[in-house]
């Protein structure tokens, strides 16, 4: 068993950045790939980014690519989503997830964190 609890989010203005961190339970948080969703008002959740057990490999959707970072810090049992050149259209509820493989697909995790609201003003 797994729980996970985000932090860090808030309101900030278009083109600022802001990072949301995650914080697993437990002694197998690094056994575990994390990723992080999102889900807008009135939308359905969607895939922003998802990390590998040791961190080497990330893998970004094409809407965050090049302004989000996914790291962690195994010895912390953390997971962080750094955000810059923040846009309105990033306001949403964001939440993170522990699964066994890397991957954009909400049903491959097994575990979720109750998320953290980010607003984006413009």
């Known amino acids: 068993q797994v729980q996970l609890v985000e932090s860090g989010g808030g309101l900030v203005q278009a083109g600022g950045s802001l990072s949301v961190s995650c914080a697993a339970s437990?002694?197998?948080?690094?056994?575990?790939?994390m990723g992080w969703f999102r889900q807008a008002l009135g939308k359905e959740r969607q895939f922003v980014a998802t990390?590998?057990?040791?961190?080497?490999?990330?893998y970004y959707a094409n809407s965050v690519k090049g302004r989000f970072t996914a790291s962690r810090d195994n010895a912390k049992n953390t997971v962080y989503l750094q955000m810059s050149s923040l846009k309105p259209e990033d306001t949403a509820v964001y939440f993170c997830a522990a699964g066994r493989v890397t991957s954009m697909f909400q049903a491959t995790y097994d575990y979720w964190g109750q998320g953290t609201q980010v607003t984006v003003s413009s």
């Open positions: 437990g002694r197998t948080f690094r056994s575990y790939a």
């Open positions: 990390i590998n057990q040791d961190g080497s490999n990330t």
